[in-house]
């Protein structure tokens, strides 16, 4: 997914240049006098439908789009829960013959260039930076938002390394490019006026190779009667099967995934990995199952194998994809006038679920990261800006540099294909299985700090998997994996990063000491207490409990913040509260109970007997954590005068400095006390219900762009088979 950081702007003319320059040979037409009049009949006083179908019907009748056409695109209404109820989302341009022309539903796996339409020639997304001066208001953000949104959405279903698009402003436009750094747009201008710029633009698009409208040449659609189009074909047909018979399901759970992700209104793909060890293999995809634009780094993971490292995902194949990488990092050091290079960080919200695995499944039981993921590397002068402040996940407002620099970094094209197909962690069976796939992620975390003197840094729920035991392998259990370690930092480079710290992670899981102190370096602590507050998230949402209101819990607890200063965010009151405390309660202090089944609402208080096992586990937890707090904050005293109670804070914090407490707690709980845990009844389903929408405040830039289940999902083209 493209950034949505400050956006660049060049000339229109050196935007043509930049990304749409053509052989003049091939281009020697006179578009101002061949198109002077196109636009003369253009309505912009009678709303945004009739703006854009005169818009649409006059670059339709000038005979300029080649073999593509324009139509009008619609979309579900968000607001109304309503398939039939359609709103005007903008103008397409698809391949000419394309059904989505006729059937006013955007058809987004064919999309070659987006129309958005805003009437308010204030609300121009480039904001105060215009040359018309255009204040920078809630409307100008809502249309870059809009715009990112449609080139998001083209980046989920198909394959690119860039898309064109187009906003309209009433009279004026602008032209941008997005790829997953961010946007550059051009200068504005008035289309009416100067029709040959917008005319220069469609026919220049229409009429260029498709590596040049930003396919990626790696990636070939599987058509319609294809040897590998029947592969999938015979797949998909397996669905029904696996719906039929559950049991099925969940002994070939990976098959399951592979054919639902099959899906009919999807593009699948055969996709090309390129591995320096193992040569090239293709694999075919089909439907995303979660989409980000993090990927599992295959160095990483080669490293963290090759050292041992326990329940982790084994790197099969990995590499870049030829030598495709960002270009709008490129223009942020321009010195023109109206260059955006100046432009300091901006931050979005945090996501609902941290989470940017990518598991595509290739028959056998392989996972491939398959989508247009991007490996990062951030241009020198963001490593170290004139203040020596490193800008990385969240640190807008921290401290101001002296000089600002551009936030857009540079990515490179980038797949990776891992041997184990996980679950989410939200699919556990039941809460024992839960806290026992916790532990072994514990075990993968310490592992990894023992042996490959690696630390994670971004503990969450989306980074956590579940492989199933089924009758098909020697697994006797459930096994959990961490996953998603491209934020992992060396041990080594913790000193020499010393003074150029960030707040790295996914805000909702963070620990209160990194939320307000984000010049500290992430230590084993802080990942434990992620992982407790991974537990609870999972709990509030999936087991039996006393808490009335899940959905306000939920926000208080993980996206909330406290404002300190203009853009700073510290940790949220509630989140506080728990961990100071020691108790799990609300905002208000009502204490929430866990229980081992769903209780009638009718009943009286839940007694004892009424209590889940899991609350013997997180109450001395949160009894430890909660004496980091004391510890941190308490005065230096010598140990003769100390008393008992301190002392035993003292010792409670220490037992969360390393692994071992914690991991031994967790086996008790969910081996040695197996019987007394409840069956399958105390998994219930989802209860945040899924209209559920809190106002996030803008806390840190997030490394992904969707969360597991929510925030544009991450995209797992999901499941693959490797073609004979």
Known sequence: MPHSAAPICLSYDDWIAAFLSVDEAMDDMDYGSKYGGMFKNIITDMGEFHHLQSCMDAINGANILGEFVLALAYALDDKVHDENRKRLAGVAMYPKGCLASDSQRTDWTVVEVFICCRLDENCDPYGKNTP???????????????????????????????HFGVVL????????????????????????????????????????????????????????????YKILQGWAAKAQVYTEDPSLAQQDYVGKQFADSLHRARTWWRLRVADDKHGVKDFLVGKPIFAA??????????NLNSHGVKNVPTALYHGDVADQRTVSQDFCTCAKSGCAAEVVVETTVPPTEGGNDMHNTDGNGESVDGSSADRGTEPK????????????????GQQKPKREICPLKTHRHYRLVVKEVGLPLKEFPCGRIFVWCIRDAIIAHQDAYEKAKMMHRDISVGNILIIPSTDKDEKTTYQGLLADWELSKRLDDYKKDARHPDRTGTWQFMSVNIQDNPESQVEIADELESFLHVMIYCAIRYLPHTCENVGDFMYRYFDDGLRRGEAEYTCGASKRLVMKTGELTTLLDEPITFLRRPRNPDAGPPTEDDSHTIIDLITPLFKYFSAREDVTEGKPASKSQKSESQLTLEKHAKYIQNHIRMIAMLAIASDEMASEWPGPEDRLPDQLQPTYKPDMLEKTRDKRAAPDDTKRQRSAASAARSPA
Do not use: C
């Open 132 to 162: 018309r001066d255009v204040p920078s208001d809630d409307t100008s953000r809502e249309a870059l938002e809009d715009a990112m949104t449609y080139a998001s959405t083209v980046f989920e279903y198909q394959q690119r390394t860039h």
């Open 293 to 302: 634009s993090g990927v599992l780094e295959g160095d990483i993971l080669s």
């Open 169 to 228: 402003l009433g009279s004026w436009a602008r032209l941008g490019r997005w790829d997953r750094s961010g946007v550059v747009f051009s200068s504005v201008f008035n289309y009416k006026q100067e029709p040959a710029k917008l005319a220069r633009f469609f026919y220049r698009v229409a009429h260029a190779p498709a590596e040049a409208r930003g396919h990626d040449p790696t990636a070939t659609r599987v058509v319609e009667g294809s040897e590998e």
């Open 381 to 396: 002068e963001q490593e170290e800006d004139g203040a020596g402040q490193r800008v990385t996940a969240g640190a807008k």
